[in-house]
């Protein structure tokens, strides 16, 4: 199904993507730092939501 030569391509492929993620991450660091403070707040409160609405459906399908 994978050739040799697909396989070097698919790993160069995902060496160079996760190294430019990485790269442009860190040159926009300071400005999400700044942008962002609250943004764990948020995602911790959505989470709180969704384990409530697992525990409801839990507890209304006994």
């Known amino acids: 199904m994978f050739t040799t030569g697909r396989i070097v ?12 993620m990485i790269w442009a991450y860190r040159k926009d660091k300071n400005l999400h730092l700044k942008q962002y403070k609250g943004a764990k707040w948020i995602l911790l409160g959505f989470i709180l939501f969704l384990l409530a609405l697992l525990g409801l459906k839990e507890l209304l399908n006994l």
Do not use: H, R, W
């Not at 160069?12 to 430019?20: D, Y």
């Open 9 to 20: 391509f698919i790993s160069f492929f995902v060496l160079a993507f996760i190294l430019a």
